[in-house]
């Protein structure tokens, strides 16, 4: 082979390798836009759903949520995937996307599961956080407090989520996190339908506070049964909501 050919035949397949790169770029860059929709279309859906803005049995379709949402089927449809598995809406075949009904019953059995994770990612937290976590986790103790004595519904929901995602980040542990997060939705849109009946949100932001603060001390048994104590207060919400809609 010539020198001329040999450069030839070198310059042709650098040149196939650059397309080939590019096209894979130009793929990869499709796949993050595209999971980047769902992930848009999955917190919006599931935000509408908690909040109860989307109420308990309304029948959606994709075509319903595309015009909604100005977002293409198929991140919608991966979203509404998403949520089935965490049983905030049922697909109905050839029918439409059912948004599940909110049941007292099914909402004690999932406490029942929560009560064994949440103890555990409270222990893992406590022994687990590094001294910046736990200055954290005193803060929002601090700011408990004061959302009990304000009786602020809004500022403790806000930090009931922050708290909620700074155990879940210090337990260090992948597989609780992703099992607490599967009950996350349907735990917070029942405490959306009902705090406003029966919660006693002073009583409700201290036994936080009390378990925010145990965590930053390092005690991981101690922790462990301030989870306890605040599912325990859950349940008794609960079960008060059921007596409520007997009444």
Same mark, same amino acid.
């Given at each position: 082979?010539?020198?001329?050919?040999?450069?030839?035949?070198?310059? %042709?397949?650098? =040149?196939?390798?650059?397309?080939? =790169?590019?096209? #894979? @770029?130009?793929?990869?860059?499709?796949?993050?836009?595209?999971?980047?929709?769902?992930?848009?279309?999955?917190?919006?859906? #599931? #935000?509408?759903?908690? %909040? &109860? $803005?989307? @109420?308990?049995?309304?029948?959606?379709?994709?075509?319903?949520?595309?015009?909604?949402?100005?977002? /293409?089927? %198929?991140?919608?449809?991966?979203?509404?995937?998403?949520?089935?598995?965490?049983?905030?809406?049922?697909?109905?075949?050839?029918?439409?996307? &059912?948004?599940? *009904?909110?049941?007292?019953?099914?909402?004690? $059995?999932?406490?029942?599961?929560?009560?064994?994770?949440?103890?555990?990612?409270?222990?893992? +937290?406590?022994?687990?956080?590094? *001294?910046?976590?736990?200055?954290?986790?005193?803060?929002?103790?601090?700011?408990?407090?004061?959302? *009990?004595?304000?009786?602020?519904?809004? /500022?403790?929901?806000?930090?009931?989520?922050? &708290?909620?995602?700074?155990?879940?980040?210090?337990?260090?542990?992948?597989?609780? !996190?992703?099992?607490?997060?599967?009950?996350? /939705?349907?735990?917070?849109?029942?405490?959306? !339908?009902?705090?406003?009946?029966? &919660?006693?949100?002073?009583?409700? @932001?201290?036994?936080?506070?009390?378990?925010?603060? %145990?965590?930053?001390? /390092?005690?991981?048994? +101690?922790?462990?049964?301030?989870?306890?104590?605040?599912?325990?207060?859950?349940?008794?919400?609960?079960?008060?909501?059921?007596?409520?809609?007997? +009444?």
């Amino acid at each position: 082979m010539t020198r001329s050919k040999g450069l030839s035949l070198a310059k %042709t397949r650098a =040149t196939e390798k650059a397309r080939a =790169t590019a096209a #894979e @770029a130009n793929d990869d860059g499709k796949a993050q836009r595209q999971a980047s929709q769902t992930d848009q279309a999955y917190q919006r859906l #599931e #935000e509408l759903i908690v %909040t &109860l $803005e989307i @109420a308990p049995g309304t029948v959606l379709t994709e075509q319903m949520l595309t015009q909604m949402l100005d977002i /293409g089927r %198929t991140p919608i449809r991966e979203a509404l995937q998403r949520l089935a598995l965490e049983g905030l809406v049922v697909i109905l075949p050839r029918r439409g996307i &059912l948004v599940s *009904a909110i049941n007292v019953r099914s909402q004690l $059995e999932l406490l029942r599961l929560r009560r064994e994770i949440e103890r555990l990612m409270a222990r893992y +937290a406590a022994l687990r956080c590094t *001294a910046p976590e736990r200055q954290h986790f005193h803060k929002l103790a601090e700011q408990m407090k004061q959302a *009990a004595s304000d009786n602020d519904d809004v /500022g403790f929901m806000r930090l009931d989520q922050e &708290l909620n995602l700074l155990v879940a980040k210090t337990c260090r542990n992948e597989y609780a !996190q992703k099992a607490i997060r599967l009950m996350s /939705g349907l735990s917070r849109r029942f405490w959306y !339908q009902h705090y406003k009946q029966a &919660l006693d949100l002073p009583r409700c @932001a201290r036994l936080h506070a009390a378990l925010a603060e %145990t965590i930053a001390g /390092g005690d991981g048994d +101690a922790a462990a049964a301030k989870s306890d104590a605040l599912v325990d207060y859950i349940q008794e919400f609960t079960r008060a909501t059921l007596e409520e809609d007997r +009444a």
